[in-house]
């Protein structure tokens, strides 16, 4: 606490530099972070819901992650295909 006080006090919070605009609360790269946090936390609760609630064993809950994983990647590569298939074109 004291030294908080001294670091107030003191102005030692001039000499520190800002942080840079790439760590900046609202640059892509922190929204990004943020949209990956709040992807997790959804995983978390969907592995709660399906083991706690509808009583699937924790490895199946895996199981279907792993799926649902496998699956989007392979849409999102059909996809990147597909597009890239029209913009050669």
């Known amino acids: 606490k004291a030294a908080f006080i001294n670091f107030i006090s003191d ?3 001039k000499s520190i530099e800002p942080v840079s605009s790439w760590f900046g609360p609202s640059s892509f ?3 990004s972070m943020s ?3 709040k992807l997790s936390m959804w995983i978390r609760h969907g592995h709660g819901y399906l083991t706690e609630n509808l ?3 924790v490895w199946g809950s895996y199981a279907l992650f792993g799926l649902a994983t496998l699956f989007l990647g392979m849409v999102l590569g059909l996809v990147s295909e597909v597009l890239g298939a ?3 074109l």
Do not use: H, K, V
């Open 11 to 13: 102005e030692e919070w």
């Open 29 to 31: 790269l922190m929204s």
């Open 35 to 37: 949209a990956l946090f």
């Open 55 to 57: 009583g699937i064993p």
């Open 86 to 88: 029209d913009l050669t």
